[in-house]
């Protein structure tokens, strides 16, 4: 039996939309934990000698969480763009954009060579890099939810979420491999390695990216002219509940897993395991968030949006303090199951979940601004003080780490909650309106691409 035309117009369009997509998210997320470990591990010597060694790792750690600040406006910006010109010219942009400013941050002079205009610039490339980021991985997914089938839309939507572990795996493979250097030459010219590492993502990236057809999605609202001038007050105004329940599904993955990714190293190392040990920790944690997060998208498929979402949640408030008793048994093999046992499972792996449930929530003349707009506001919220506020809560615990544990637990289940009052969604016309009655499953649909 043959295919039918949009099956078949679906498989040709997966051949270059999954991997155009998987790559910028690489980008995204490989330029984002080469930074956050730079910050953890060497920066504070290299950019903040004059401090002491807590507060400049501290100094050097808010860096990191500068980035975040900017994500929303990136939202904005690159979101409207999505929405009025297309969602194929953002996601071209904010992969030039990222990939342009680590490259920057490269190469970048240290304190030693001009004093204070070191961290100054490196705080101002940080934050157009986050500019950047703050559209990219939102518009990926809304790009392939766009064109999926509908009854795999959970799983194909969630592909662009393996770009996340892949970058993470990425990054972390080249910090194995820098920061093993001696510390002449690491200081030196060895930590400005990885961030050059970014020239070669983004040129593949945009040739990838220059071949891809616009969403069919977007082709229909522009055949029809169907576009509002400022998709981010249309968001504020037709749907702010379901704007801050989408940021409420987002925040443990904002919290929770950037501290696994950020502050834990240092508290591991803290604990007795050894640098390699934690760097290796998060590379298989990486790696197994790499091969559950599509997991994640296809049980979505088969049981709902919902139903996926709160057990994977629930079971990330649970695993919070099992997850830091592992930590603190020093060892490197105990640092390893922590983060693939436990936080790769039921927390990073959400990224899967969500991907075709956030695409479903908003209409679709606004829904790049709002998917990214949600994600980011819980990021600049959340992620940008998670390694400044993990210190914070440890040390005022007096080393221990029980009030971060039970801190992350609270955003699980403040996801868990959104899930609970957020409608169901799997199945729906991506070219239809937003159901809006909270626990209410929209009509299925076999519809496969949006014609």
Not at 199 to 212: E, H
Request: charged share 10%; glycine share 10%.
């Amino acid at each position: 039996m043959s295919a039918s035309p949009t099956t078949t117009s679906w498989n040709q369009q997966r051949r270059t939309l999954i991997p155009a997509t998987v790559v910028g998210t690489i980008l995204e997320w490989y330029d984002m934990f080469v930074y956050a470990q730079a910050a953890s591990l060497i920066f504070a010597t290299i950019f903040f000698p004059s401090f002491s060694g807590t507060a400049g790792t501290l100094a050097a750690l808010a860096t990191f969480g500068a980035g975040y600040i900017a994500r929303p406006l990136g939202a904005i910006v690159f979101g409207h763009i999505g929405d009025r010109f297309g969602r194929k010219t953002a996601l071209s942009l904010t992969l030039i954009m990222m990939g342009v400013c680590s490259t920057l941050i490269g190469l970048l002079p240290t304190y030693e060579s001009v004093g204070i205009l070191a961290p100054v610039l490196l705080v101002a490339l940080r934050l157009l890099q986050g500019l950047g980021s703050g559209a990219e991985f939102a518009g990926s997914f809304v790009m392939v939810a766009e064109f999926a089938p509908a009854n795999r839309r959970g799983y194909w939507a969630s592909l662009p979420g393996t770009g996340v572990y892949g970058g993470i795996t990425l990054a972390t493979t080249v910090g194995l491999t820098v920061f093993q250097l001696p510390d002449e030459q690491l200081y030196s010219w060895g930590w400005r390695l990885p961030f050059l590492i970014s020239f070669v993502l983004v040129v593949i990236g945009l040739v990838m990216r220059l071949r891809l057809s616009e969403s069919p999605v977007f082709k229909e609202l522009r055949a029809r002219r169907e576009s509002h001038s400022i998709p981010f007050f249309v968001i504020f105004r037709k749907s702010p509940k379901t704007l801050v329940l989408a940021i409420l599904l987002t925040a443990p993955i904002a919290f929770n897993a950037h501290v696994s990714s950020t502050y834990s190293l240092t508290f591991g190392v803290e604990q007795g395991v050894s640098r390699t040990g934690v760097l290796l920790g998060s590379l298989l944690g990486a790696i197994a968030a790499f091969l559950l997060t599509p997991v994640a998208g296809r049980l979505s498929d088969r049981y709902g949006r919902r139903p996926i979402y709160m057990v994977m949640t629930a079971l990330g408030a649970v695993g919070s303090f099992p997850y830091f008793m592992l930590i603190l048994a020093g060892t490197d093999v105990s640092f390893w199951a922590a983060h693939v046992l436990i936080m790769a499972p039921f927390t990073q792996a959400l990224t899967g979940a969500q991907a075709a449930f956030l695409t479903e929530l908003f209409e679709p003349r606004h829904r790049y601004t709002g998917v990214a707009l949600s994600r980011e506001l819980s990021t600049a919220l959340l992620a940008s003080i998670a390694p400044v506020t993990a210190l914070g809560l440890i040390t005022a615990a007096g080393g221990r780490p029980w009030l971060l544990a039970a801190f992350m637990s609270v955003l699980s289940l403040a996801a868990f909650a959104a899930a609970y009052f957020l409608p169901e969604t799997r199945g729906k016309d991506m070219l239809a309106d937003a159901p809006d009655r909270p626990g209410t499953p929209a009509p299925p649909t076999t519809r496969g691409m949006v014609p």
